[in-house]
């Protein structure tokens, strides 16, 4: 597309997203850490799981709801990659959180424990 040496422009590297799709990005893996940091408190304040996943709604629902969020933030992350031309590190950082969730979730799925 460019000959060697040419420059573009609009493919700057900033440190904060500039469309709306790596703003929702950043704003989804800063709910995930806010769900995991409520879901630690839980657990330091006494809460322990049982046998199943469901056992323990109390720890259920926010480990639950961040895992979703970093997964959203990945893919919110990736179209924006895709679509908008994001190159913020903060996106690049929210999508590498994303997909180690998302690694971890099949993980677990492949070889429960």
């Keep these: 597309m460019y000959p060697i040496g040419v420059y573009d422009r609009s493919m700057r590297i900033s440190i904060l997203p500039k469309s709306s799709l790596g703003k929702w990005s950043i704003g989804l893996i800063a709910v995930f850490a806010v769900f995991l940091v409520v879901f630690e408190i839980l657990v330091a304040s006494g809460q322990r799981g049982g046998k199943t996943f469901f056992s323990n709604l109390a720890l259920t629902i926010p480990i639950l709801l961040a895992g979703i969020s970093s997964v959203l933030a990945l893919l919110t992350g990736l179209i924006g990659v895709i679509r908008n ?16 969730v998302l690694l971890f979730w099949i993980g677990e799925v492949i070889f429960p424990h």
């Design 85 to 100: 031309r994001e190159r913020s590190i903060l996106v690049f950082l929210a999508m590498l959180v994303g997909l180690f």
